[in-house]
Every structure is written in C-alpha cells, then in structure tokens.
C-alpha cells in the first residue's frame, strides 16, 4: 500500500537520511526542508510503502510558479513506478494551489530522470551549458516544464 502525505517535522530526520542515501554527495540545504514544513515557498510530499519512507520529492513555489528542487527514491524500491506515482500526485496537488507552471533542471547524463519527466508531462525547454561539476569538467543541465 502507497501512502502520500506532506512533509511535517516528524519525518524530518527519516527525510533527511533517504536524502543522504539518494545523494550522498549532493546534500540538499537544511533551509528549503524547513521552508517546506513551515509552507514558506516550498513544498515537499513523502511516499510511504507498507509503513517505510520510500521517497520524496521537494518543490520550491513562488506566485504562480513552481520549481522541482529534489525528487528521490529509496534504491532499492526504484523501477517500480514510485516516482511517478510521486510526482503525479505533487503535481496534482500545486496545480489544486493555482500553480500553473512548472520547471525543473536535470543533469545530461541523468536519461532515466528525463523519461519520468517526460512521462509526466514535462517538456524539454532548454539548456544550462556546463551547470554540474563533475570530477572532471562539467555536465549540462536540460531544463523541463510543466504547463497546466
């Protein structure tokens, strides 16, 4: 059974953990999570699986627009469309708050990020040339969006 729910201070630590587990070397600022758990411009869903934090995803918000900062889920629950099934429903829920716009930045190399995107509704818009650092050199970044 999936369940998803919002961010609260409670989950904060378990959040926190999954984040590092996803990212090890790509910490996220503790301030956007905070932001979220306060509703201060950011929003941020969590994916429970049979009683586990099995992923999240983390959406800055300003007017009408939103921007996907973060999306994750537990390695060892990939590839079994709980990452579509999360950002669906964080979609669902903005576009209820009047969002009508949707963004987000990708690395190049990240082909299995882009076709959940692209399953979602999310189109290619653009390029950041050399956005990533990378151990040597840099990666770009695409750029997607989302209209209502």
Same mark, same amino acid.
């Given at each position: ?16 953990? !999954?984040? @590092?587990?996803?990212?090890? #070397? ?19 869903? !969590? $994916? ?14 300003? !007017? ?7 999306? @994750?889920?537990?390695?060892? #629950? ?23 716009? !949707?963004?987000?930045?990708?690395? @190049? ?5 882009? @076709?959940?995107? #692209? ?23 695409? $750029? ?5």
């Amino acid at each position: 059974m999936v369940e998803l729910v919002r961010l609260e201070a409670s989950a904060l630590e378990t959040v926190l953990e !999954l984040d @590092a587990l996803c990212f090890a #070397q790509e910490p996220f600022a503790a301030g956007w999570w905070h932001k979220a758990i306060a509703g201060e411009g950011a929003e941020c869903w !969590l $994916l429970y699986r049979q009683g586990r934090l099995q992923g999240y995803c983390l959406f800055s918000r300003v !007017l009408d627009e939103a921007e996907l900062l973060r999306i @994750a889920v537990a390695p060892d #629950q990939r590839g079994k469309g709980l990452a579509t099934a999360l950002l669906l429903h964080a979609q669902q829920a903005l576009l209820k708050q009047g969002i009508v716009q !949707l963004f987000l930045e990708v690395r @190049a190399s990240n082909r299995s990020a882009q @076709a959940l995107y #692209q399953r979602c509704g999310w189109q290619p818009c653009g390029t950041r040339k050399e956005y990533y650092p990378l151990d040597a050199g840099r990666e770009d970044a695409l $750029l997607f969006s989302r209209q209502s």
